[in-house]
C-alpha cells in the first residue's frame, strides 16, 4: 500500500513538474512581425539567450559528445536506432527526441528507458530555480523551448551518458539545439515541411538543415532531392566536413508491420531493422553509416551491436501495430512526404482481406498541406473519420474543412465528422467487421496518435513504468467524454 502511494506522489510531482514548464508556452505572447527575417533575428536572440542560461549550469552540453540529428522525415526513427545500437555497443546512451507522443517524458531517454519521473521533477525544480535568480538579475524569460533544450542538456549531464543523440525540432540552423558541437551531424533527408519559418522550397529548406553541420565535424545525409544534395555538400565544404552520402537506391527485401529488411549496398549483407516501411531501410542504412563513422572516431561498435540494436529498436506511433478487435495501424506522418511514403506502404504493413475495408482517421493541424496528404491517402482506404488533433498551443485544422477536403479532391467512400480523437476511434472501432478482416489507419499527426494512443496505454503507467509499453494497459472502452 505504501508503494502505490509513493508511486501517486512521484506520477503528481511530475505531472506538477510538466505544467510548470507547459506554463512557459502559455506565458509567451504571439509575436506580431511574422516575416522570415523577423522570425530569424527572434531565433537568434533565443540561441544567445540559451547559450548565457547554460553558462549559468555550468555549460552542461559539453560534457559528453552528441550525435546531432535532423532532418525533414525520418529524425526520429534515425535518433531511436542511433541511441539502440549504441545502448548494444555498452555505452550509457541519452537520446532526445521531439515532439513527445503522449507525454513529456518521452523526450527524455536513457538506455531506452524514459527518464525517471522523480528525476524529472527534481530537474526541473532545480532548472526553475535558477530561472527565478536569472529573472531577478534581471534578464529576459526563457522560452519553453529553450527551457526543454536546458534540461536535455543538464539530465544527460548529471547521468553521466558516454553520449547523447539529440533530435533537431524543426530545420537545424536556427533551431535551439544547435548550439551543441556534435561528432556527428546527420541530415535524413529534405522535404517541404515548416514553410512558415522555413520557406517555400527545397532550397530554402535544405539551407536550414545544413546548418548543423560544424566546422571540421563529419555529415551523414540521406537526402535524395538533387538542389538539397548540392546545398548540403556546399555547407560541408565550406565548413571543411567529410559528407558521407547514403545512395539514392536502396535494395529493400521486404517490409512489414514487424520490420524492413534491405540489403547492405557495400558488402551485400542483408540489414534489418524493427520498423515497419520501405523507408526505414533508408533510415536503417543511415544508422549504420553514422556507426561506422562513430567507430571511426574511437567508439567501439562492433557489427554484432549494429544489428542487435537495429532489431531493439522501437519507436510509438511510427508505423506501430495495435492488436484490438481488427489491427489499428498509428503512424505520425505529419507532412505530405510522411503521408506518401506511408500510403505506399499500407498494403504491406496493414493488409485487409478480400473483402475488408481499410478506415482511416485523420486529423492534422491548421499549418499543414491537408490535401496533398489526403489525396496520398484516397487509394489505400475505402472510408475516411475527420477528426482533430487535441494539442496545447498549436491550432488543428477544423475536422469538417478535412472532411471537405476530401469530398473536393474526389474520394468516393464515407466520410464522417467526429472532432474528437478518442471518439474518433470508437466510431471506427463499432464500424469494422472482423470477419471481413478489416483494419483502421490513423495518421496526419503525431499529436493525434497520441491522443487515440492513450485508448491503449495511459500516460500514468508509461510514466511510472518509464516506457511506452508499459505492461499494465488502460481499460480500451470509450472515451469518458463519449
Aim: hydrophobic share 45%.
Amino acid at each position: 500500500m505504501r508503494r502505490g502511494y509513493e508511486m501517486e506522489a512521484t506520477f503528481e510531482r511530475y505531472q506538477q513538474a510538466t505544467v510548470r514548464l507547459d506554463a512557459l508556452i502559455e506565458h509567451a505572447s504571439a509575436p506580431a512581425d511574422k516575416s522570415r527575417d523577423a522570425i530569424r533575428q527572434r531565433a537568434e536572440l533565443r540561441m544567445g539567450r540559451l547559450r548565457r542560461f547554460l553558462e549559468r549550469l555550468g555549460n552542461p552540453h559539453v560534457r559528453y559528445p552528441i550525435v546531432h540529428v535532423g532532418g525533414t522525415s525520418g529524425k526520429g526513427s534515425t535518433s531511436t536506432a542511433i541511441a539502440a545500437v549504441l545502448t548494444a555497443a555498452g555505452y550509457r546512451t541519452g537520446l532526445h527526441t521531439s515532439p513527445y507522443i503522449q507525454t513529456a517524458a518521452e523526450k527524455l531517454q536513457l538506455n531506452g528507458r524514459l527518464i525517471d519521473p522523480g528525476t524529472f521533477a527534481d530537474l526541473t525544480d532545480q532548472l526553475l530555480q535558477v530561472h527565478d535568480q536569472w529573472l531577478r538579475d534581471g534578464e529576459e524569460a526563457l522560452t519553453y523551448g529553450e527551457m526543454w533544450v536546458a534540461l536535455t542538456a543538464f539530465f544527460f549531464a548529471e547521468a553521466k551518458v558516454d553520449i547523447a543523440v539529440i533530435e533537431v525540432g524543426a530545420g537545424g540552423r536556427f533551431d535551439l539545439t544547435n548550439i551543441v558541437t556534435p561528432v556527428v551531424s546527420v541530415i535524413t533527408s529534405v522535404g517541404i515541411d515548416h514553410t512558415h519559418t522555413l520557406g517555400d522550397t527545397i532550397e530554402e529548406i535544405a539551407w536550414h538543415k545544413a546548418g548543423i553541420i560544424k566546422r571540421g565535424v563529419p555529415a551523414v545525409t540521406a537526402a535524395t532531392h538533387p538542389a538539397a544534395l548540392e546545398i548540403i555538400a556546399a555547407e560541408a565544404a565550406l565548413q571543411g566536413s567529410t559528407l558521407i552520402r547514403i545512395p539514392a537506391a536502396i535494395d529493400v527485401l521486404r517490409t512489414g508491420a514487424d520490420g524492413t529488411t534491405w540489403r547492405d549496398g557495400e558488402t551485400g549483407a542483408e540489414r534489418t531493422i524493427a520498423l515497419g516501411g520501405r523507408f526505414q531501410a533508408r533510415n536503417g542504412a543511415t544508422v549504420v553509416a553514422v556507426a561506422h563513422v562513430l567507430a571511426g572516431a574511437g567508439f567501439e561498435i562492433p557489427e554484432s551491436a549494429i544489428a542487435q540494436g537495429l532489431r531493439a529498436v522501437q519507436i510509438p506511433g511510427r508505423v506501430e501495430l495495435i492488436h484490438d478487435r481488427v489491427p489499428v495501424l498509428l503512424d505520425g506522418a505529419h507532412n505530405p512526404e510522411k503521408v506518401a511514403a506511408l500510403a505506399a506502404d499500407v498494403p504491406l504493413v496493414l493488409p485487409t482481406g478480400d473483402r475488408g475495408r481499410r478506415i482511416g482517421i485523420l486529423g492534422v493541424l491548421e499549418a499543414k498541406q491537408a490535401d496533398e496528404m489526403i489525396r496520398s491517402l484516397m487509394p489505400v482506404v475505402d472510408a475516411i473519420v475527420a477528426t482533430s488533433p487535441q494539442v496545447l498551443a498549436k491550432e488543428p485544422k477544423d475536422a469538417s474543412v478535412i472532411a471537405g477536403i476530401a469530398r473536393e479532391a474526389g474520394f468516393l467512400g464515407p466520410v464522417h465528422v467526429e472532432p474528437e480523437p478518442r471518439r474518433a476511434i470508437s466510431y471506427a472501432l463499432a464500424q469494422v467487421d472482423e470477419g471481413r478482416q478489416d483494419s483502421i489507419l490513423v495518421t496526419g499527426s503525431l499529436y493525434l496518435v497520441g491522443n487515440i494512443r492513450g485508448r491503449w496505454f495511459g500516460e500514468r503507467e508509461i510514466v511510472l513504468q518509464q516506457t511506452s509499453w508499459p505492461r499494465a494497459m488502460v481499460n480500451p472502452g470509450p472515451s469518458t467524454s463519449d
